[in-house]
């Protein structure tokens, strides 16, 4: 019976515990390396600042960039950034996920994505997530 | 064995068919199909269809869609409202191209709403020339009246949302005079 109960607790942990994955699409015609301005859009659900840490990111990359909460910049960019961040709590909060599109600036369309899912045990913090998907985006 | 122990292994046993029982399933291209609700203006000639940007469902992640259902619900959409005279694999007059540009979804909940948006363009490939394009968005919620297990609920709403966005699609191209 003990064997059983091991086997029993032990399963949904393996479950539970998959593997971080990460992958980046880019539309047929894109060219990501004619980019250069890039203004991050806030996500209205999002308190945590994420769009900051993603517009920081694209400035060390070498961009110039800002972030804000409207949905297009004062002035024109090169490219609009959108995303998706989702949280879990495992003993303390944590970014399950975070899905990152980069768009035309004038058109909206999306140039690219990337995506990148770290299960509680292989977590990362929000600044190590936002470098993971854009490296896997611009690589 | 004491009550305390025969109920965690209850427990234990529901949790673990819970997990199997719940494994994510791709949104199908039947569920995406359009159905037409009223008649189209015909565009005439044939078009090929080509998508990108989806993803591949895995057993531990949540359900998605894939480039080639989302490539058959087009089809399918557009052979049953007409609006092409044929649907060609290739060579044809028109080149429908589609990249699947954001699939929001939501890790967990009880209503499960997705959100995308798919960047559309129709090349004429006698000219050469982009004859449409647009970025259409489109959401969908199940809820757990639709589903129960929640695995089947983001399945719905995928499909929903794909759904939705193929109509709207063909509604826009319908408007075309070519």
Known sequence: MKRVLRIGLLLPML?????????ATKAPDADLSKL?????????????????????RLVTMGHQSTSGDAPKPDAPVDAIVTY?????????MYMIKLDIQIRDGTSGAVLAKGEVRRPSLQRKAAEGMVEETLGVIFK | MTAATRYLALACALAVAALLGGCAAPATSVGMTAVPTKPVHPIGGDVSVAVSGGSQTSSTGGSQISDEAFAQALRDSIQQ??????????????????FIGEVDQPV??????????????????????????????SQYTARPGDAFAGVKRLRLANEGAARDNIQQAIGAMAALKL
């Open chain 2, 81 to 98: 409202s007409g609006l092409f005279a044929k649907v060609s694999p290739s060579g044809a007059r028109y080149q429908l191209t589609a």
């Open chain 1, 84 to 92: 998706q961040d989702h949280w879990m709590w495992d003993i303390t």
């Open chain 1, 36 to 56: 250069k301005t890039f203004y991050v859009v806030r996500l209205p659900e999002d308190t945590r600042g994420i769009e900051k840490l993603i517009s920081a």
């Open chain 1, 15 to 23: 479950i539970l515990t998959a593997c971080a994955t990460n992958s």
């Open chain 2, 108 to 137: 967990v909940g009880f209503s499960m709403t997705v959100k995308m948006d798919v960047n559309y363009k129709l090349v004429d490939a006698q000219s050469g020339a982009t004859v449409w394009s647009k970025v259409i968005d």
